[in-house]
């Protein structure tokens, strides 16, 4: 019975470990006894990946951290919202120059024409149209960061 | 050397391309279109980033796109492989005005070795052998008809816009000439919206052997001796094999010297390939110059020891080659099969569908080049080529053995593949008497 207690005593102490260090996996060996502990990777949050990306393969810088802004846990169904995707590879900007307010935010009211942000690739400002009809719900990127083709970068709902 | 490079291809080769950039300490980004989404070779790569859709117009000949995702990447530089954008002079001149190095020639070597007639003329000014014909395009009738006595029946009459063996047509005598040219024009007018036609003497049944060439950016140029690529069905290479089997010592030296010379005139640096057709007198003709690195690299990478894929991220990077010709050592026998998605019951037609189960073989003197995994889906969009499988062996008849061996272990479950295709034709009478040319396949099979 201690000697089970004095167990979970040692688990508590990793656990704590690699909470500090935020590790995700630990193995401690001493004679005969073996520990292995996992814990789950910290998620980057997935909202309705996008079907032809694969998370292993978006790990790079290159491709955008997922969102941040809690987007989660979004009371409305993914299947509902329109999704506006990069139409091409580039860096993002949600404002037309640095010092500008965003073309659009969430609240937003978009139509098929409204220009939703600008992606540059090679030297040349792109402006991306919404081509949809609703409200924003969702800023998907921050402006600034790379983007590849197919990239969700707005969660549109439509009226 | 590099710290960061792009690789603008696909498949085996990128995947080829990134264990070289492992091995250097590059880091390897890869581009990919949708299709290619979920290939695990993209999770080898640094970094991978989509760059359009399946078709290759949008994606992997996507110029802005590659050069874009080059910019997003922050790479040093780009390799091309082989296919798609490799042998794009514009490409290469885009590249260098973005101030991303291009993993190959100059583009002026490039521009200059990729016109035909310009290369014809600068392997004459370096004294090599062409096929002998017109130089240029020829237009009247009775001219042409003096030329074809000259050089000897049979000719071939050739569209000046053709290409891949297409707007060709053979001509065995005078009479049969004056129709047959009034033909091909007509028919390069209709194909091309180019009338234009040249004549060529047609070299009967060659065999089509290459001389491997790198050349640094310090004036040193070395050839790493040749491959003998006569299996061809359709002008596409199906098996390749180094040495040549017919080729003395001499012969040898003399072809990869011509090559050499070629190479040198053109001021070319990186990898190249000098193409010749051979004839039965052990005559060669240079046809042409692939700008890039092959298909069949690996076959050269056997004999030789070599890795070019790592010579030409060092040459590119400036390194000079601390070799001299003396120190590349041939060595042994290596052949190449290209697996192919294709029926070859079917007049080798693409065979794309999804790969349920797959053993690759084993054991020594096996390498296998590949991208593909069981589960792996076989895209219609790009080349049907999923696999290379190449053998190392002391000598040749060993080779052929190993091959067959290796060939026979292979499981590609449910595609049609080039497999039993390639079995057969190394148990060909002629293929293990080394006595093919590149009409091998079209009279047996």
New interface residues.
């Given amino acids: 019975m201690s000697e089970k207690q004095s167990d979970l005593k040692k688990i508590e102490q990793l656990l704590e470990i690699m909470k500090e260090n935020d590790l995700v996996e630990i193995e401690v060996k001493s004679g005969d006894e073996k520990i292995v502990l996992k814990r789950a990777q910290p998620q980057p949050p997935q909202v309705t990946a996008v079907p032809?990306?694969?998370p292993?393969?978006?790990t790079?810088?290159?491709?955008p951290a997922a969102p941040k802004a809690g987007g989660e846990q979004e009371a409305e169904k993914a299947s509902d919202l329109i999704e506006i995707k990069a139409p091409?590879?580039?860096?993002f900007y949600a404002t037309p120059n640095p010092d500008a307010e965003p073309y659009i935010e969430v609240g937003s009211k978009v139509t098929q024409s409204t220009v939703v942000c600008i992606i540059e690739?090679?030297k040349v400002m792109n402006e991306i149209k919404a081509e949809a009809e609703g409200t924003i719900t969702e800023v998907c990127i921050q402006s600034g960061q790379?983007v590849?083709?197919?990239?969700v970068l707005y969660r549109v709902k439509p009226d | 050397m590099f710290s960061r490079i792009l690789i603008a291809n696909r498949g085996e080769i990128t995947l080829r391309i990134i264990r070289a950039c492992h091995e250097l300490g590059i880091a390897a980004i890869a581009i990919y279109s949708e299709a290619d989404a979920n290939s695990p070779y993209l999770e080898l790569a640094d970094e991978a980033i989509c760059i359009g859709p399946a078709v290759p117009a949008k994606s992997y000949l996507n110029i802005p796109a590659i050069i874009s995702a080059a910019e997003v990447a922050d790479v040093d530089a780009i390799h091309p492989g082989y296919g798609f954008l490799a042998e794009n002079a514009e490409f290469a001149q885009i590249c260098h005005d973005c101030g991303i190095k291009f993993i190959g020639p100059s583009v002026e070597a490039m521009r200059l070795l990729g016109d035909k007639v310009a290369a014809r003329k600068l392997a004459q000014k370096a004294n090599v052998t062409v096929v002998p014909g017109s130089e240029g395009a020829i237009s009247d009738e009775t001219e042409a008809l003096k030329l074809a006595g000259k050089l000897g029946y049979p000719v071939i009459i050739k569209a000046a816009a053709g290409g891949g063996g297409r707007g060709m047509r053979a001509v065995h005598n005078d009479i049969s000439f004056r129709q047959a040219f009034a033909a091909a024009q007509a028919e390069a007018q209709a194909a091309f919206g180019n009338p234009s036609v040249y004549l060529e003497k047609l070299i009967v049944e060659p065999r089509h052997v290459e001389v491997q060439v790198l050349a640094d950016e310090h004036g040193n140029a070395l050839h790493f001796y040749e491959r003998d690529c006569s299996i061809q069905r359709r002008h596409q290479k199906m098996i390749e094999e180094s040495p040549c089997p017919v080729l003395d010592e001499r012969d040898r030296n003399e072809l990869c010297e011509s090559a050499l010379a070629i190479i040198k005139e053109a001021n070319y640096t990186n990898a190249a390939t000098v193409e010749f057709l051979l004839d039965k007198n052990k005559n060669f003709y240079f046809i042409e110059v692939n700008t890039r690195i092959q298909v069949e690299h690996p076959v050269t990478e056997m004999v030789t020891g070599h890795d070019l894929i790592k010579w030409q991220l060092r040459i590119a990077s400036g390194e000079k080659m601390k070799l001299s010709q003396r120190d590349i050592k041939h060595s042994g026998c290596a052949i190449e099969c290209r697996i192919n998605a294709e029926d070859p019951k079917n007049n080798f037609s693409p065979c794309p569908g999804t790969i349920t189960r797959y053993i690759p073989p084993g054991g020594p003197a096996v390498r296998i080049d590949t991208h593909v995994y069981q589960g792996y889906t076989v895209s219609p969009n790009y080349d049907s080529m999923i696999c290379k499988l190449i053998v190392h062996r002391p000598n040749r008849a060993e080779a052929i053995e190993t091959t067959k061996r290796a060939l026979s272990e292979f499981i590609i479950e449910p595609l049609k593949t080039t497999i039993p295709a390639c079995l057969d034709i190394l148990s060909h009478n002629l293929f293990v008497k080394g006595t093919v040319d590149t009409g091998f396949i079209e009279r047996n099979f």
Avoid: H, I, N, R
């Avoid at chain 1, 790079?60 to 491709?63: K, L, Q, S, T």
């Fill in positions: 032809m990306m694969t292993a393969v978006s790079g810088a290159a491709v091409m590879v580039g860096t690739a090679m790379a590849e083709y197919g990239t």
